[in-house]
């Protein structure tokens, strides 16, 4: 699953002066209209290899809810954190995602020398960082990551489904299907959806 450049880049950190641990970073819930967004910060152990790790998108709902049981059972270390919809709303969906990538990182057991984060930008963590493109598909550490935080997510939707199943949220976990939109035009938004985001914040006003 490794790109040979990271591996390498990895492994020179790691068995250069400086020897360490590496985090893998990602998140899930980005873009849907509802809920809070969701970051995992993942340091695995090599002595327990997982076999399957892959971009969470690009696997099955089971697959996904095993690897989930299986990283959390064999990784030194994981961490689960998200910020909510009123902090979304207040500080925007990106500095968001940055807020709960750091809470991931800074809830995990042991502290990482390296940490590697899916996609363009990094957080604000008082270690280094390093972002990397499809860094889920390329990345073994960010793959578990992606699940960690894509099977979390998605069960909190199904769990807020029940609490208000005229929206659908088990279905489309909170993304703008047309499910969704049409749910939104009959019921109004209730208390999780993001009011920042445009096709709510145009049903308010």
Same mark, same amino acid.
């Given at each position: ?24 970073? =990602? ?12 970051? *995992?910060?993942? +340091?695995? $152990?090599?002595?327990?290899? +997982?076999?399957?790790?892959? $971009? ?29 919809? #009123? #902090?979304? $709303? ?30 363009? @930008?990094?957080? /604000?963590?008082? &270690?280094? *960082?390093?972002?990397? &493109? ?7 550490? +960010? ?11 998605? @069960?909190?939707?199904? #769990?807020? =489904? ?6 659908? !949220?088990? *279905? ?8 969704? /939109? ?14 920042? !985001? ?8």
């Amino acid at each position: 699953m490794r790109s040979s450049k990271y591996f390498k880049a990895e492994q020179a950190f790691l068995f250069g002066s400086s020897p360490g641990l590496v985090a893998g970073v =990602d998140e899930a819930g980005r873009g849907p209209l509802a809920g809070p967004v969701v970051a *995992a910060a993942v +340091i695995l $152990d090599d002595l327990k290899p +997982i076999k399957g790790l892959a $971009d969470s998108k690009k696997l099955t709902a089971i697959r996904r809810a095993r690897l989930f049981d299986e990283i959390r059972a064999k990784a030194l270390c994981c961490s689960i954190a998200q910020a909510s919809v #009123e #902090e979304i $709303d207040h500080l925007n969906i990106l500095q968001a995602t940055m807020l709960a990538m750091r809470r991931a990182v800074e809830g995990l057991r042991l502290k990482p020398k390296l940490v590697l984060v899916d996609g363009n @930008r990094v957080p /604000l963590l008082d &270690v280094p *960082a390093q972002a990397i &493109v499809k860094g889920d598909a390329l990345v073994s550490s +960010i793959s578990a990551a992606s699940i960690l935080a894509k099977v979390y997510r998605d @069960r909190w939707c199904v #769990e807020f =489904d029940q609490q208000y199943p005229q929206y659908g !949220f088990a *279905a489309h976990k909170g993304y703008g299907t047309a499910q969704h /939109l049409a749910a939104l035009r009959a019921h109004g938004a209730c208390p999780e959806h993001r009011t920042s !985001f445009g096709p709510v914040k145009e049903l308010l006003r």
